[in-house]
């Protein structure tokens, strides 16, 4: 049921070079010890059920001025404003968890990343080619021209950039037949397509401030069409993860137990990936890169419980959605009126997560 060393240190690396998961992954051992689950996945589902419920309450009230439950007096805000963003956050973070269930189960190994086959360094080189080409836009037809294009221009660029670092990641491999050659692969995708960004940056510096505000990860430009888009992303990814839920059961038996049952590998694990670049482009197109969250909400799901991969899923979706709302709550409150990228939260508290774990692991 574990994963090679050797492709958990790959994972790593990946994550490493698109400034996303701090290496301290790779460092953790493939089963990391966990207490016995003391919850069903009906009783799991209900608490994060629960929990999704209590916190969009809370961001209704969470602003730039501090904590209001006066809703009456704020409607328009709320609904213009911090509605589509806890709702937004809430439809990200399912995302990103979902994609790391995925990437989970197709490499075995439970500190898999969704950003790990060069979806990350591919929405990042999109972003900063949409920024240089706004400036020199904004040179010849004006700042405010520019300005529009930009915005419609950086969530398709991002969407377009993370499934073509999938793509290039694919077309390397061969196909997704062989995971540690797929592995390898975006780790050569994602350092070549970083290094493009940083080129263009060299060639345009005004693109490396709106760069950086991508690689922090941000909510609050979150809208109604980014909620509807979110949604409906999510509507279709989970679904179909549904459907392959059977198949990464089969896979946790290793894959010559899972050929045997006549499971078509190629093209369940081509499936899985084309499924991981949608969630995941979705996801960072809408909210730039938010660490962890994809890695630790799945974690965390199996900690708690002992689930197949259907429940898993679903689940780890839900888990996610709650992580990132709590975190951009956080962000909007703790040093309210401004605000931290929520971003930084979810790797600060990530990595405390992580680094505690492998105290545990290490003190055993």
């Not at 975006?186 to 960004?197: D, E, F, H, R, S």
């Not at 429940?311 to 703790?334: E, F, K, M, N, T």
């Amino acid at each position: 049921m574990n994963a090679a060393p050797s492709a958990a240190s790959t994972a790593g690396a990946a994550t490493t070079s698109s400034t996303v998961t701090p290496p301290v992954a790779a460092a953790l051992p493939t089963a990391a010890p966990r207490a016995a689950p003391g919850l069903t996945a009906p009783r799991l589902a209900a608490c994060l059920a629960l929990a999704a419920a209590v916190l969009l309450l809370l961001g209704l009230a969470a602003g730039a001025e501090g904590w209001s439950f006066a809703w009456g007096d704020e409607a328009a805000l709320i609904s213009a404003i911090r509605a589509p963003r806890s709702l937004g956050a809430l439809l990200c973070g399912a995302l990103l968890g979902l994609a790391g269930a995925l990437a989970q189960g197709l490499f075995r190994n439970p500190l898999a990343d969704p950003y790990l086959l060069g979806s990350a360094a591919g929405a990042g080189l999109g972003v900063v080619l949409v920024l240089a080409a706004g400036g020199l836009l904004g040179a010849t037809m004006g700042l405010a021209t520019a300005g529009a294009l930009l915005r419609l221009g950086l969530v398709g660029a991002a969407f377009l950039g993370a499934l073509l670092g999938m793509a290039l990641t694919l077309l390397l491999a061969r196909g997704a037949a062989r995971p540690m050659v797929l592995l390898l692969a975006g780790v050569v995708v994602g350092v070549l397509l970083t290094a493009l960004a940083d080129l263009v940056i060299v060639l345009s510096p005004e693109a490396l401030r709106g760069k950086q505000v991508f690689l922090l990860g941000s909510t609050s430009f979150f809208g109604w069409p980014s909620v509807l888009t979110l949604a409906a992303a999510l509507a279709l990814v989970l679904p179909l993860s549904l459907l392959l839920a059977r198949a990464l059961d089969a896979l946790v038996l290793g894959e010559d137990s899972a050929a045997s049952l006549g499971l078509p590998l190629p093209r369940v694990r081509l499936a899985l990936v084309v499924l991981m670049a949608l969630a995941t482009g979705s996801a960072v197109a809408q909210a730039g890169l938010v660490a962890f969250v994809g890695l630790v909400a799945p974690h965390l799901v199996r900690r708690a419980a002992v689930v197949r991969h259907g429940p898993l899923l679903a689940l780890s979706a839900l888990a996610g959605g709650v992580l990132l709302l709590a975190a951009d709550i956080a962000a909007r409150s703790l040093l309210a009126p401004r605000e931290l990228p929520v971003g930084v939260l979810t790797a600060v508290l990530g990595g405390v997560y992580l680094l505690l774990l492998l105290r545990q692991r290490l003190a055993r």
